[in-house]
């Protein structure tokens, strides 16, 4: 394997993988020469969306609350394509429902490249068997040799992969046909103008009335926290706080810790304005990023009363999440997969008896609703100077 001297991790997978690949192809921001930031490809895709979904699995007597908040959260493709198209940069989108094709694809690429890939199916994520074919990732491919491919992957190091494990999970989502996208580096890049299609995309986008991928999804989830028959309401669905836990799990995860969504990505956009105010000489996007910054707290104020430090069980879950990342990030594979298997006990622990009384979770509910239209009004001051500022 070729191994190529760029900067690897980052915190989104979709940005991060692109950002990287970039940089290991030698494609540069034209204002300063280097790598162009993570932030930088955040904003000129499109910036931020908004979207939420509770998946519920009732086997496993779980939840998840699945959030989008990046601009396309729904379509990964079309965000990638449409940033790349905006840098000048030809994006070439691989896919195949065929296995050996899907081999080839990979073998003949000029690496590195852009794979989606089933996020179960890498060992190193340390998920249960039950959650494969539910969870899209997006990777840099790196290198194969000797039966492992090598991908770059939100930590500190690149990460080997078996072979057949990974042609497994970039065969498992049918709907993303084992994709791959191929970057070939532009002749020439107008920043500039690429910056000023990404800001009036997000503007246009957060705009919408859609309760789907716009702003409105935040007030339509308020609603659903305690709506009294709603199916979708928390109130009925925790009804019998079955599988409470791990919702609540995974809005803390999802928005203060994964490296997904960290802060909603609005910390992300933040450092994008505040990188494109300098570019384009215009001061009043630095006004706009601090609303972000504060759109961004309070999003991790949301998800921090999702577990309230009083139940000490969730005070645990919440320190040993935060050492899974930090161990992921750090390489450390050992140390994360017993971190994983004490989370794992705390969840089956709570499957037995969870460590609220109903009028305890009616009002978690009514905080966490508070909280949510809080975010909503936040959200919409933000929009506002970011529209005023152009």
Same mark, same amino acid.
């Given at each position: 394997?070729?191994?190529?001297?760029?900067?690897?991790?980052?915190?989104?997978?979709?940005?991060?993988?692109?950002?990287?690949?970039?940089?290991?192809?030698?494609?540069?921001?034209?204002?300063?020469?280097?790598?162009?930031?993570?932030?930088?490809?955040?904003?000129?895709?499109?910036?931020?969306?908004?979207?939420?979904?509770?998946?519920?699995?009732?086997?496993?007597?779980?939840?998840?609350?699945?959030?989008?908040?990046?601009?396309?959260?729904?379509?990964?493709?079309?965000?990638?394509?449409?940033?790349?198209?905006?840098?000048?940069?030809?994006?070439?989108?691989?896919?195949?429902?065929?296995?050996?094709?899907?081999?080839?694809?990979?073998?003949?690429?000029?690496?590195?490249?852009?794979?989606?890939?089933?996020?179960?199916?890498?060992?190193?994520?340390?998920?249960?068997?039950?959650?494969?074919?539910?969870?899209?990732?997006?990777?840099?491919?790196?290198?194969?040799?000797?039966?492992?491919?090598?991908?770059?992957?939100?930590?500190?190091?690149?990460?080997?992969?078996?072979?057949?494990?990974?042609?497994?999970?970039?065969?498992?989502?049918?709907?993303?046909?084992?994709?791959?996208?191929?970057?070939?580096?532009?002749?020439?890049?107008?920043?500039?103008?690429?910056?000023?299609?990404?800001?009036?995309?997000?503007?246009?986008?957060?705009?919408?009335?859609?309760?789907?991928?716009?702003?409105?999804?935040?007030?339509?989830?308020?609603?659903?926290?305690?709506?009294?028959?709603?199916?979708?309401?928390?109130?009925?669905?925790?009804?019998?706080?079955?599988?409470?836990?791990?919702?609540?799990?995974?809005?803390?995860?999802?928005?203060?810790?994964?490296?997904?969504?960290? *802060?909603? $990505? #609005? !910390?992300? /956009? =933040?450092?994008?304005?505040?990188?494109? &105010? %300098?570019?384009?000489?215009?001061?009043?996007?630095?006004?706009?990023?601090?609303?972000?910054?504060?759109?961004?707290?309070?999003?991790?104020?949301?998800?921090?009363?999702?577990?309230?430090?009083?139940?000490?069980?969730?005070?645990?879950?919440? *320190?040993? $999440? #935060? !050492?899974? /990342? =930090?161990?992921?990030?750090?390489?450390? &594979? %050992?140390?994360?997969?017993?971190?994983?298997?004490?989370?794992?006990?705390?969840?089956?622990?709570?499957?037995?008896?969870?460590?609220?009384?109903?009028?305890?979770?009616?009002?978690?509910?009514?905080?966490?609703?508070?909280?949510?239209?809080?975010?909503?009004?936040?959200?919409?001051? =933000?929009?506002?100077?970011?529209?005023? &500022?152009?």
């Amino acid at each position: 394997m070729n191994k190529v001297d760029v900067k690897l991790g980052g915190k989104h997978d979709v940005t991060a993988a692109l950002t990287n690949v970039l940089a290991a192809h030698g494609i540069l921001a034209p204002h300063n020469g280097q790598p162009f930031s993570e932030a930088m490809m955040l904003g000129i895709g499109g910036g931020l969306g908004m979207g939420y979904i509770l998946w519920e699995f009732k086997r496993q007597e779980s939840a998840n609350v699945v959030l989008g908040f990046r601009n396309r959260w729904n379509y990964i493709p079309r965000f990638l394509t449409t940033l790349c198209a905006r840098l000048g940069i030809q994006a070439d989108v691989q896919e195949t429902a065929g296995a050996k094709a899907a081999a080839a694809n990979l073998e003949n690429a000029q690496l590195p490249v852009v794979a989606w890939v089933d996020q179960a199916h890498l060992p190193h994520q340390n998920l249960p068997e039950w959650l494969k074919g539910y969870w899209i990732h997006v990777v840099g491919v790196y290198g194969i040799e000797a039966g492992q491919v090598w991908i770059d992957d939100l930590s500190s190091e690149l990460f080997a992969v078996p072979a057949d494990i990974f042609a497994a999970g970039r065969a498992r989502i049918g709907s993303d046909k084992n994709r791959l996208m191929l970057i070939t580096p532009p002749s020439a890049i107008d920043l500039e103008s690429a910056i000023i299609a990404g800001l009036h995309d997000h503007i246009d986008h957060l705009s919408s009335d859609s309760e789907s991928f716009s702003l409105p999804a935040i007030k339509k989830w308020a609603k659903l926290m305690t709506h009294p028959k709603d199916k979708k309401s928390w109130r009925v669905v925790f009804k019998k706080r079955n599988g409470l836990y791990t919702t609540l799990r995974s809005v803390y995860e999802g928005i203060t810790l994964n490296s997904t969504e960290g *802060s909603g $990505l #609005r !910390d992300l /956009y =933040a450092d994008f304005l505040e990188e494109a &105010s %300098a570019i384009l000489g215009n001061a009043a996007l630095k006004e706009s990023a601090a609303h972000y910054r504060e759109a961004a707290a309070c999003w991790r104020d949301f998800a921090d009363s999702a577990l309230p430090e009083s139940v000490p069980d969730f005070a645990e879950t919440k *320190s040993l $999440l #935060r !050492d899974r /990342y =930090a161990l992921y990030q750090a390489h450390d &594979s %050992a140390g994360m997969q017993q971190v994983s298997a004490q989370l794992n006990q705390i969840e089956n622990d709570m499957k037995h008896e969870f460590p609220m009384d109903s009028a305890e979770v009616d009002v978690l509910f009514e905080t966490l609703q508070e909280k949510l239209n809080t975010i909503y009004e936040a959200e919409i001051q =933000a929009l506002e100077s970011l529209r005023q &500022s152009l």
